[in-house]
């Protein structure tokens, strides 16, 4: 047991350096690959192409904020179906329960960004300044040149790494060789420049400084995990009850755990495991790799650091194997998630296969709701607003359908055809009349129901309804 | 070395408790209170360069003399720096012929409203409604004529406008100084025929000899009205102050009309333009 504290605690302390060793193992093997999966999407998407028409961009990936489009390959969203991102934003964070519940912090420790570029940084670091004894000694030591040097090197392959982070994040927002050549050539526009800084600059503070502190002090899932979670949730643990009393090997304890600190020493938050579950652990898994592979070389068996569920506990306490790990993945609360996740992006999929390329709607004027003329008609103006959601001008034909034979004309010209420009709004002005001797003359209001056809062959159609007003005095 | 770690049963607590779980007294790591200096920094370097100290009569300015109004400022300006072109376009083109390009209507009709807006829905409503004594710019009637340079004409003099020499003046009298109560009675039956609404004919009877002598040089033998005179149609369904027998015998008896202002002393040449092509696509233009 320590001593007793008898001096206040600080209230600031500085950042203990952590140094994490390397390791080879099944999940370090897994997370070279998601890593290499996930900057190869986020650097590459943007460069891919998609041949939408000579009108519409070619970029496969792309959010237009300037005319408002979100393209993702053969899928093209206008602001009026957002309803789709706010559907996929629902989609992420279901599936952000799904896997904590089921895996714990599985997002943390394998995906999430800050993981995947800290992780980057740690092996730039490694490679120029070698592994956990050899940076420990530089730190400890004076500065020299040999210091000096490694220091740039390694300071300069963040950067170019932040750099490219910030670059690839606007090519996401403008057509990527376009903005590539603007950019090396200075024609980008200032925010281009103005988001690659900040985008570099956290970058590198976060991925190389920063680190463990982003998780630990900065984000609020850490904490809204911990209350996803429960006992049948998977988590790395440490299997106090086989490793304790842990000792050297000559020590003659009984526990399992030869306290190497292979565990301590890979982990990259800089905590012992073997304290139990905390909120700095990200479930990283290196230290599953480094205690399995000291376990292999004293010959005893594997998994004293392993993926366990807290429900298990008691049974292997008691001398039991635990449960299999699919009773554990299988259960409701994870039945309730995936169901809501694929009801959900079933909904979209249905609603992106519905929807028309075309639509319209209608607009009554209320201000005044209408106009006599001096022959007594009563005329109601309408604006409309058909979208074209396809690469190409489409010419349509407006119509009218009410009980009374009314005169429908398009600002004042009776042919009621217009043509809607390639991606694109026509917005149009459209009198409707009655004369005073229909019963919408007089009537408080009469359904209209406004039909606008494409003109071509086997053209399509839709409507939509609205009202005529007439004058009750 | 590791340093000895304190293990959690001995870490001092706050000493708050909830449910058993206690609340750590951890240290804040040492660049959060960096931050908080430079945050300190911030605020020093800020109240220097911009507006930040209240004085009784406004703050202090900054060095950088930065306002929300020369902001406001320098964005009217470049606006109209960008409008330049299409502004002199706008002057160059005789009014009749804006129609026949695309972006000068668009520039015409969206800049007229926001004068029409501004100067105009106070009386004619914003959406060119009208009201009693207000005429109604969306529809087919006009007292001084609804073609383009007409309703320019009408911008830029006014009607009635005093401080105006080339507004145009006209005045209905007020006949019950002139008439008979009876004849009003009989001229107001015969004016609501004119318009085909119900009426007594046999006072009517007496109305197109009262006409002919008071009316007909201002509204027209047939009551067709007269736009040289500003003086309604009387015929049609459309009335400026009331079309009913008692508003109309009241009209006659009293007398009314309008004023409006000159518009060429208060906005540019330009906007007159735009609005005045504003309202004729307003659905009443002729």
Redesign the interface.
Known sequence: ??D??TE?????????PVFPQRISGWYRRLKWRIMLGTLAIYYLTPWIRWDRGANLPDQAVLIDLAHARFYFFWIEIWPHEFYVVAGLLIMAGLGLFLFTAALGRVWCGYACPQTVWTDLFILVERWVEGDRNARIRLLRSPWTLRTARLRATKWTLWLLIALATGGAWVFYFADAPTLLADLVTFRAPFVAYATIGVLTATTFVFGGF?RE?VCT?MCPWPRIQAAMMDEDSLTVAYRDWRGEPRGKKHENTSGDCIDCMACVNVCPQGIDIR?GQQVECITCALCIDACDTMMEKIGKPRGLIDYVALSDEPLERAGHPPRSIWSHVLRLRNFIYFGLWTGIGAMLVVALFIRSDFSLAVTP?R??QF??????TI?N?YTLKINNQTGFARDFHISIKTDEPLRVDL?GTAELNVTVPPDGVLNTRV?IFAK?EFEANRAETTPVRFWVEERAEAGARTHADTVFTGDTQ | MR??????E?Y?TTGHEWDGIREY?????????WTFYATILFALVYVVFYPAIPLVNGATPGVLGWSTRADLAAEVEAVSLRNADIDQRLLDTPIGDLGADPDLTRYATAGGAAVFRTYCSQCH???A?GAKGYP?L????WLWGGDLEAIVLTLKHGIRDDGDDDTRFSQMPAFGDILETGEIDALTQYVLSLSGQDHDADLAAAGPVLFEENCASCHGETGLGEREQGAP?LT???WLFGGDAETIGHTITFSRYGMMPAWNTRISEAQIKQVAFYVH?L??GE
């Open positions: 047991m320590t007793q504290i206040p605690p600080r209230l600031f302390e500085a950042r203990e920063l502190q002090y304290d004027d201000n005044p106009v006599k003329l001096s022959d007594g005329r103006a600002e009198y005073p | 340093k000895p770690k304190l293990s959690d001995d001092p007294d951890k240290p804040m790591p040492r660049w959060w209170l409503g914003a959406g409604q109604n969306q529809d087919d009637d149609n049609d369904a459309i696509q659905g009443g």
